[in-house]
């Protein structure tokens, strides 16, 4: 099973700052990588898949980039509506795992 | 519009049995692989089981094998989960999810919460 390590669990930013999350796998996934966000009461959100292709309806402000082990997260200008925890998920390997999670805070 | 609409969660006494169910909408219910997962204080989220369009392949995570049941009812738009002897560890968040691509879900629900009592 493929652990995923996300870092940091959090960190409070200011709106319009540039922020960046990190995910690594325990084994190499090549561009396998989706990143989630979820706010309290909602369905968890699709992001990111493939490392770097932004799923449907997801602003150009998130970019995902990286392969084999170590990926990213980066939202540049954070907007109010971005303050979530954001999980990542490898799909190269069964079973799919989940990272912990990064809650982006107001700071 | 494209939605999962889980419900059948509660609070029961471990070694009790709940069922999940899971509705769908906005969709082809029938021509997507479909998942449960959970998020639980313990291990986060969880990864727990999925089925294909007709029900034909199935797997599990290993640690809810024997006690986990997924089945479908593609007439009726919907997907099941069926959880015997639940532990205090099950307690938490469950949410079904569409696959768009092997291992990789577009479409979650709002979650149904399990809560074991002991």
């Not at chain 2, 999940?20 to 989220?45: E, H």
């Not at chain 2, 029900?55 to 919907?78: L, P, Q």
Request: charged content about 15%.
């Amino acid at each position: 099973e493929r652990l995923m390590t996300q870092s940091p669990a959090a960190l409070s930013v200011s709106p319009g700052e540039r922020v960046t999350l990190s995910c690594r796998a325990s084994q190499s996934i090549g561009t396998n990588l989706a990143w989630f966000q979820h706010k309290p009461g909602q369905p968890p959100r699709l992001v990111i898949y493939g490392a770097s292709t932004r799923a449907p309806g997801i602003p150009a402000r998130f970019s995902g980039s990286g392969s084999g082990t170590d990926f990213t997260l980066t939202i540049t200008s954070l907007q109010s509506e971005d303050f979530a925890v954001y999980y990542c998920q490898q799909s190269n390997n069964w079973p799919r795992t989940f990272g912990q999670g990064t809650k982006v805070e107001i700071k | 519009e494209v939605q999962l609409v889980e419900s059948g969660g509660g609070v029961v006494q471990a070694g009790g049995s709940l069922r999940l169910s899971c509705a769908a909408s906005g969709f082809i219910f029938s021509d997507y692989w479909m998942n449960w997962v959970r998020q639980t204080p313990g291990k986060g989220l969880e990864w727990l089981t999925n089925m294909n369009q007709d029900g034909s392949e199935i797997s599990y995570v290993a640690s809810v094998k024997g006690r986990f049941t997924i089945f479908r009812d593609n007439a009726k738009n919907s997907l099941y989960l069926q959880i015997n002897n639940l532990r205090a560890e099950d307690s938490g968040v469950y949410y079904c999810g569409r696959d768009f691509s092997p291992r990789l879900m577009d479409v979650w629900g709002r979650g149904t919460t399990v809560t074991v009592s002991s």
